[in-house]
C-alpha cells in the first residue's frame, strides 16, 4: 500500500524490519558468515536512523578477509542495538556505533564502539558469564556470551571495556 500511495521511503522501511525480524526468528542456533550478519546490522541501522535522523552514525572496519567467517547467528545486532540504546542519553548529541571486525592469528575479533561513557563495565561483565543476576529483564548480553560457549567453548570470549577515549566497547 505505501508503495501504490508513492510512500517508498515507508515501503523500504516495512522491507528492511520485515528482514531483521525474519533473520531474528529463523533457526536461532545456526551458523552464519560475518558477512550475512553485516548485511543485518546495516538494515538494522537504516531502521535506526530513520528513528535518530542524523544523531546515529554508523562505521564500519570490516577486514575482508572475515567475511567469510562463520560465527552464531545474532551475535553482533544486540551488541549494536546495546551501543544505540545506551548511547542515546549521553551529552553528545550524535550517537556514534562503529563495528569493527579483525582476524589475526586465527582469532577473530568483534568489537562494537560507543561513546556511551557511564556504563559499568565490571556489573556488565558479571551479568554477561552470568555472576550476577540482571536487574532488568534484558537477556542479550547474556545470551550472547552463553551461544559462544555453546558453540566454542573456552575458545571464546566477551567482555565490555573501556577505550583510551573512555568510549564502551563490546568485545
Known amino acids: 500500500l505505501a508503495m501504490l500511495n ?6 523500504d522501511l516495512i522491507g528492511n524490519m520485515t528482514k531483521v525480524v525474519r533473520y531474528n ?9 560475518v558477512e550475512e550478519e553485516v548485511r ?4 538494522y541501522e537504516h531502521i535506526q536512523k530513520n528513528c535518530y535522523r542524523d544523531r546515529l552514525c554508523f562505521s564500519y572496519d570490516i577486514a575482508p578477509e572475515t ?9 553482533i545486532q544486540p551488541l549494536v542495538e546495546n551501543a544505540i540504546f545506551h548511547s542515546r542519553n549521553t551529552e553528545e548529541k ?3 556505533i562503529l563495528l569493527k571486525i579483525t582476524a589475526e592469528d586465527h582469532v577473530l575479533c568483534i568489537r562494537v564502539v560507543d561513546h556511551g561513557r557511564e556504563a559499568d563495565i565490571g556489573r556488565i561483565n558479571q551479568y554477561a558469564c552470568g555472576q550476577r543476576e540482571s536487574a ?10 552463553e551461544r559462544l560457549q555453546i558453540v566454542y567453548g573456552g ?5 565490555y571495556q573501556k577505550d583510551a577515549a573512555g568510549n564502551t566497547e563490546a568485545v
Open 67 to 75: 567475511l567469510d567467517v562463520m560465527i552464531p547467528k545474532l551475535v
Open 136 to 145: 532488568t529483564k534484558s537477556l542479550g548480553v547474556r545470551n550472547i556470551y
Open 25 to 33: 526468528l529463523s533457526d536461532p542456533l545456526a551458523l552464519v558468515a
Open 94 to 96: 550524535t550517537i556514534r
Open 40 to 43: 543485518i546490522i546495516r538494515q
Open 6 to 11: 508513492g510512500q517508498e521511503h515507508i515501503a
Open 155 to 159: 575458545k571464546a570470549g566477551m567482555c
